[in-house]
């Protein structure tokens, strides 16, 4: 297999793709692309090449995906600016004659009036990788299962309420374990995945009354989902300090994470708006293993920080 890049490598799927790749084939050429080489220097001390590049510096991308054949673009943070980031990675994949990019989209992502914004950007980028003349897999990843065990739920329990914006919604949320082994897999087998577009989902289509009913069980404490509107969830997050708009500048919030109002807004509307109720065999089909169930994935992390969760399962 000839080499391949992984860019984004230092994030949290990021170095679980990567641990993924090396413990299928040790033997495995692959090169860590990140912003940040020193998160990565676990890796560059076990021989694994590691490069900076940055997605708003094209010439660092050019050097960075030299030499390669396949490319995991790992979609970036900066929202709305993402789109011409991307660009950039799609154009250095071409000069350096990267044959495949598997690129991590949204899930429900390609829906027309998907009103997520993180839907907006991911759905040009899709269309930029059509048009790249580059053989392309699209893993639209559904909502992190982490995401609603440890920042959806968890702080629910001090009050009881789940207040979201997100309806009568349901979704399919999947373990980030199982976004990880799909793209190791596309990864490792690319031509079979050619053209694909993948809903990477959980196993199940869940409620919000399901969610904080497993979410009750797996903590032991009552919790009731409250729907609000939009303009009563964007005036509680001002309340409590958020940014409105993504500011590559801002400071994370306490679990670590750079969250902006307008988006986890956006987000809660497209739940209620059904662009999150899809449901699939993917993962399966991709990995040969049946997804991760939310119940179990909220019992092995829910006591964790959302970015102190354990990358090795
Ligand atoms: N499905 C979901 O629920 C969900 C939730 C959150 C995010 N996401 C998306 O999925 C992606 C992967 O998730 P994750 O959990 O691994 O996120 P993460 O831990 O926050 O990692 C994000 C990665 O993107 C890199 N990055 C950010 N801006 C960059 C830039 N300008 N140039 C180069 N690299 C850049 C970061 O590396 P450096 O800072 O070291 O460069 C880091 O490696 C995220 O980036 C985001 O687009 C999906």
């Known amino acids: 297999m000839s080499r391949i890049v992984i860019s984004g490598a230092s994030g949290d799927l990021g170095r679980r793709v990567t641990r993924l790749l090396l413990e299928a084939d040790p033997g495995i050429e692959l090169a860590l692309v990140t912003r940040t080489p020193e998160k990565l220097a676990d890796r560059a001390a076990q021989g694994v090449t590691v490069m900076k590049g940055d997605y708003r510096d094209r010439e660092s991308l050019d050097a960075a995906y030299s030499g390669a054949e396949t490319l995991l673009l790992i979609s970036g943070l900066n929202l709305g600016r993402r789109i011409s980031e991307h660009r950039n990675a799609i154009a250095a994949a071409q000069q350096a004659g990267i044959r495949h990019i598997v690129y ?3 899930g429900g992502g390609e829906q027309p009036n998907n009103p997520a914004l993180s839907a907006k950007d991911h759905k040009t980028t899709e ?3 059509r048009s790249s003349g580059i053989a ?8 992190y299962a982490e995401i609603v065990s440890n920042v959806w739920i968890a702080p629910a329990t001090a009050s009881g309420r789940l207040e979201m914006a997100t309806g009568q919604g349901s979704l399919a949320p999947v373990a980030k374990g199982d ?7 596309v990864l490792r087998d690319p031509e079979r995945h050619a053209s694909g577009a993948y809903e990477i989902t959980g196993p199940e289509l869940l409620s919000m ?7 009750s069980e797996v903590h032991g404490v009552p919790i009731t989902y409250v729907p609000q509107t939009g303009e009563q969830r964007l005036a509680f997050f001002d309340s409590v300090g958020l940014p409105r708009t993504y500011d590559p500048a801002m400071p994370p919030s306490p ?3 750079m969250w902006a109002s307008d988006e986890l807004v956006s987000a809660d509307l497209a739940v209620a708006g059904g662009y999150q109720a899809l449901l699939t065999q993917h993962v399966k089909q991709i990995t040969g293993r049946d997804p991760e169930p939310l119940r179990s994935v909220m019992e092995r992390v829910k006591s964790v920080p959302y970015d102190q969760i354990d990358d090795a399962v």
């Not at 392309?136 to 909502?143: A, E, K, M, Q, V």
């Not at 976004?179 to 897999?185: E, G, H, I, N």
């Not at 009354?209 to 979410?215: L, M, P």
Request: glycine share 6%; charged share 20%; proline share 0%.
């Open 209 to 215: 009354q399901d969610i904080v009913r497993i979410g």
């Open 104 to 106: 991590t989209s949204v």
């Open 127 to 129: 269309q930029d990788l």
């Open 179 to 185: 976004v990880a082994r799909s793209a190791a897999a």
């Open 136 to 143: 392309y897999t699209l893993l639209r990843n559904h909502l």
């Open 255 to 257: 679990d670590g994470h």
